[in-house]
């Protein structure tokens, strides 16, 4: 499926981000509320029926995604912390596409606190995305090739798992999760690429794990 996670704290489930894959699928999941990091099709597109529940997302994103037929569309201006059902989320600009303006989300609940960014070349303000992150979930659309073209004077598409894990290591970020998985992840030599993986993370004194549909995880 479209890379999708679902927050659930204190009876409240949030989910972020919502593709084409899931559209008259999510609806089953009976999110409280919705977030949005940007308005590519593999992470909105699900909701151009509309929700049953509020979709929160940057201006940038809702001035893109016109087409969706959403009603009750919220606001996240990027650095304020927004609670939404008890959680808190805070958007942090990434840079990663011109025509649809990406966000990353510090999301905090009780003593919990992660980083999730499916897309993105890199953070904006990174130190203080990470500060006192347990876990990064990052971009796996590749893990040492690079993604990464040039428009003009700004950067577009992935950052490679490999530069990831320098970020994380470089903030004191213990652990991290790989999702949004690429071509070389999905279809490459599994023992091979978690060799490979470990291998990278261990150097950056990083725990990784590969996400997969269904992935659970408390904290
Ligand atoms: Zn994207
Ligand atoms: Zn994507």
Sequence with gaps: MHTSLMISYR?????????????????RLHPSAMVLTHAHPDHAWGLREGAPCPVHAPQKTWETLTRCRVEDRRLIKERTP????GITFEAFAVEHSILAPAVGYRVSAGRARIFYV?????IHERSAALKNVQIYIGDGATVT???????GKTLIGHSPVHTQLTW??????????????GSEIVTGNERQLFA????????????????????KLML
């Design 118 to 122: 499916p897309d993105l070349v890199f």
């Design 82 to 85: 927004t609670k939404i059902c």
């Design 11 to 27: 009876g409240a489930d949030v989910m972020i981000d919502c593709g084409l894959d899931w559209l008259g699928k999510f609806e």
């Design 145 to 151: 090739r690079s993604f990464i073209r040039r428009r």
């Design 196 to 215: 490979n993986l470990r291998g990278i993370a261990a150097e950056h004194g990083v725990e990784v794990r590969i996400a997969y549909d269904g992935m």
């Design 168 to 181: 994380c290591e470089k903030e004191g970020v213990p652990r991290a999760i790989i999702t949004h998985c």
